[in-house]
RNA sequence: GGUCCGUUCGUCUAGGGGUUAGGACACGUCCCUUUCACGGAUGAAACACGGGUUCGAUUCCCGUACGGACUACCA
């Protein structure tokens, strides 16, 4: 690492291409540029590369800055608040690649071709097993401005023939870079493609936008997938012959996120294979008209889906696992990233989102929980909710099943247990809830604590032993033989409401 | 097929020439709870294989196997 490399301002860029919702992977990967860039007190910047118009996708753009927003993944640099080396986005930077690949051209280190993809198509067939390579080997066979006479390839171009800006990488040369994660990767150039810099319709290529940016924005560090890896060597190529090696950036290349079975990396349909959510929000599929949840909309929390990722390949070397993203940006280090790819296991994201669930304050469930105590007419004081949140909260991961817990005890029962009336209603039973909600009225102090007390001593009064109408006491309330603590359930219900609930019972009850 | 990358419990991982190979998720058991869950405790569970190097390799080197990525005028 050159001494300029080390004193260099930390400038990482989040690159995603607005062809579709991001997705969960994308989503780490813009994280690890953030912790990277506020570790270091440097600038966490978002470019937009959208070079290729026939991918366009109305609002993926919008959803990307949606995404990061909610997990406060703030950006100093970004179409959306511009910065000192604005556009940010590729598609108004159109201006500026052309000048870049011809200056390639004029220094013999890129040239002109001319091959239709039927001609491409046809060179590729022609070799067996996907073997066909532009390239030293054979571009002089193919029709471009090194196989072609200068004359002819003067009067095409002046004739607006079609074509493309190749590479010419050399024959013969080694490719070395020196990967943050990976160590130093090698690659004979007689391997590489000549990869289309310039396409027909006048826009860069991936390799050449993102070099010539990276170049101009004074990116310090390209933290991104593996999946870009095979094309690292193109890119450190180009950095060579525009003489820019110098300022050329630091490759750090991410394992991949995979599927649950291994088999492939995470894609965007395995959502619906595995059952759970691969985007951060909601997307709207336009080929099939629906509407696919995402983390938000099931549920997750930000900081739960935030500190899920960044263990997703890395780790801190401590036992410590729970991080809040400023606990995060403090830890974090390039060198802690694993080299493996990483399946996606759901179930630690939802024993995180449990975790962090039990932290938010009652406000945070207030007003889910209070229409529907409304709907049952009961006491729904901000005190009481608060009462009703926290009987069902530690049992819940997300913030529905809070709902769904209290709307499930809020609910008076049409239906109870079969198996547990069928075995344990008998007439000490009946004596004693018939009894129980009798007493209920003279109960003076009404707390959890004080009716289960009363409960006990009613029940031994009546020479009861208390666990034998005890389950029973639950299914008449409740309907159901388990669930959360039946006393404050009782406390919560009020006295009309758990007295009614039990006389109810007793008269369909045999 | 070619190029590149990878390989520690089922999963995420720590570790690293001599360790009882550590933690977490999930799972089992027990405790708590006269319920379920939460919580607590505890258990089962891993160094892909073969050669080297070495007194000694899971750790270093080389192969093999397996897996993955890439192989577009997509990013």
């Known amino acids: 690492m050159t001494d300029y490399q080390t004193m260099r301002e930390v400038r990482v860029r989040f690159a995603p291409s607005p062809t579709g919702s991001l997705h969960i992977g994308g989503v780490r990967t813009a994280l690890y540029n953030y912790l990277i860039a506020r570790k270091a007190g440097g600038k966490f910047i978002i470019r937009i590369e959208d070079t290729d118009q026939t991918r366009f996708v109305p609002g993926a753009e919008q959803y990307i800055y949606n995404s990061l927003e909610w997990l406060g993944l703030v950006a100093d640099e970004s179409p959306l608040v511009g910065g000192p080396h604005a556009p940010y986005k590729q598609s108004e930077r159109m201006d500026i ?46 029709r471009n401005s090194l196989s072609l006479s200068k004359d002819e390839v003067d009067q095409m171009l002046r004739n607006g023939v079609p074509h493309v800006i190749r590479l010419k990488v050399p024959k013969k040369d080694e490719i070395r870079l020196n990967d943050l994660i990976r160590g130093w990767v090698m690659v004979h150039t007689s391997t590489m493609d000549d990869k289309v810099l310039l396409k027909s319709d006048g826009m860069p290529t991936y390799h050449l936008a993102n070099v010539v940016d990276d170049y101009l924005m004074n990116i310090s560090h390209v933290i991104r997938g593996e999946e870009w890896l095979p094309s690292a060597p193109t890119h450190v190529l180009l950095y060579r012959f525009f003489g820019w090696e110098d300022r050329m950036p630091q490759f750090a290349h991410l394992p991949l996120l995979l599927k649950p079975t291994g088999d492939g990396k995470l894609s965007k349909r395995d959502g619906e294979a595995f059952g759970f959510p691969v985007f951060p929000l909601q997307w709207f599929d336009d080929q099939r008209g629906i509407n696919i949840a995402g983390y938000k ?129 008998n007439e000490d039973a009946r004596k004693g809830l018939s009894h129980f909600a009798q007493s209920l009225q003279n109960l003076a102090d009404w707390d959890a604590a004080s009716i289960k007390h009363f409960f006990n001593t009613e029940m031994e009064g009546l020479g009861i032993k ?38 109810k019972a007793l008269t369909v009850l045999p």
């Open 97 to 142: 690649y052309a000048g870049y690949a011809k200056q390639l051209i004029d220094s013999d280190c890129a040239y002109y071709a001319f091959d239709t993809a039927e001609e491409l198509d046809a060179a590729r067939k022609a070799v067996p097993d996907n073997t066909f390579q532009y390239n030293a080997a054979t571009r002089m066979n193919l």
């Open 297 to 425: 909309e099931e549920g997750y929390l930000p900081e739960a889906l935030l500190n899920f990722l960044a263990l997703l390949g890395w780790n801190p070397g401590t036992e410590q696992e729970m991080f809040s993203l400023e606990e995060l940006v403090e830890a974090f280090s390039i060198d802690r990233i694993g080299k493996a790819g990483t399946r996606f296991d759901i179930q630690k994201a939802k024993w995180f989102n449990h975790h962090y669930l039990q932290l938010r304050p009652d406000s945070y469930f207030m007003e889910s929980v209070r229409p529907i105590v409304v709907e049952a007419g009961l006491n729904s004081t901000d005190e009481n909710l608060s009462k009703w949140i926290h009987l069902v909260k530690d049992r819940s991961t997300f913030l529905k099943d809070v709902v769904t817990e209290i709307q499930a005890v809020v609910t008076p029962p049409d239906l109870y247990d079969e198996t547990i009336v069928a075995s344990k209603w």
């Open 466 to 503: 208390p666990g034998k109408v005890l389950q029973l006491l639950r299914v008449v309330l409740t309907g159901t033989g388990a669930g959360p603590d039946l006393m404050t359930i009782i406390e919560l219900l009020g006295k009309e409401e758990a007295a009614g609930r039990i006389n």
